[in-house]
């Protein structure tokens, strides 16, 4: 029974990270990072998972591979370094899909590349991995990159639905005239505007009344 305390104390803890990578501090409704990829790759809900997928891994990966050698690295060349091991596990991922998935390769083209100056990545390995042991800097990794997925699978099911009135593929709403501005670069900007809004106001109305 004495450990009792504790056990809920962790617990408490590590429902807080996940809920700080996936709405407290979503990376694209809250900290306004990626904004590129997310514009671009949401126009179907495929290149969504395919993006938050492979982000994901290089997050965790890039982050575990920081948090080893961060002390071993010298402040002058530090960000080189991390760039350095983050385009390294985007390589293998490009190479990955160019193998197995040709089609997917090619439908994100050069968007999987530029997961390299990722804003999301890059700011984790310099304000976390880079600061923390290996368990929290992987755990950190991967909330992110669930937050960013999260994000992406949210706005591309919206503007699929509303562009082409279909998902992943396969017809929605019947009778549903479809708007095809959504699946283009003005729906992103009106997708992302509308949903961050709805975000920001459900997050203060949490906070007034907690208030």
């Given amino acids: 029974m004495a450990?009792?305390?504790?056990?809920?104390?962790?617990?408490?803890?590590?429902?807080?990270?996940?809920?700080?990578?996936?709405?407290?501090?979503?990376?694209?409704?809250?900290?306004?990072?990626?904004m590129?990829?997310?514009?671009?790759?949401?126009?179907?809900?495929?290149?969504?998972?395919?993006?938050?997928?492979?982000?994901?891994?290089v997050l965790v990966c890039s982050n575990v591979l920081i948090s080893l050698?961060?002390?071993?690295?010298?402040k002058q060349v530090r960000i080189a370094?991390?760039?350095?091991?983050?385009?390294?596990?985007?390589?293998?991922?490009?190479?990955t899909m160019k193998a197995y998935l040709p089609s997917l390769d090619r439908s994100l083209g050069i968007f999987v590349p530029l997961i390299v100056v990722n804003c999301?990545?890059?700011?984790?390995?310099?304000?976390?991995?880079?600061k923390n042991k290996v368990?929290?800097?992987?755990?950190?990794?991967?909330?992110?990159?669930l937050g960013f997925t999260l994000a992406l699978c949210l706005l591309s099911v919206i503007r699929e639905l509303l562009g082409s009135n279909k998902i992943l593929?396969?017809?929605a709403?019947?009778?549903?005239?479809?708007?095809?501005?959504?699946?283009?670069?003005?729906?992103?900007?009106f997708t992302i505007a509308f949903v961050m809004a709805a975000v920001t106001t459900i997050r203060n109305r949490k906070g007034t009344r907690k208030a």
């Fill in 3 to 34: 450990h009792a305390p504790a056990t809920l104390e962790s617990s408490s803890a590590a429902g807080a990270v996940f809920t700080e990578g996936l709405w407290k501090q979503n990376p694209v409704f809250v900290q306004v990072l990626g």
């Fill in 135 to 145: 368990i929290r800097s992987a755990i950190d990794g991967l909330v992110m990159g």
């Fill in 120 to 130: 999301i990545i890059l700011a984790r390995a310099e304000a976390y991995a880079s």
């Fill in 36 to 57: 590129c990829p997310t514009l671009a790759v949401t126009n179907s809900v495929r290149n969504a998972v395919a993006m938050g997928a492979a982000t994901l891994f």
């Fill in 173 to 189: 709403v019947p009778g549903f005239k479809p708007m095809t501005v959504f699946i283009l670069a003005p729906g992103g900007f």
């Fill in 69 to 74: 050698v961060r002390k071993l690295v010298p």
């Fill in 81 to 95: 370094t991390y760039i350095l091991i983050i385009a390294t596990f985007v390589t293998i991922v490009q190479l």
């Fill in 169 to 171: 593929g396969l017809n």
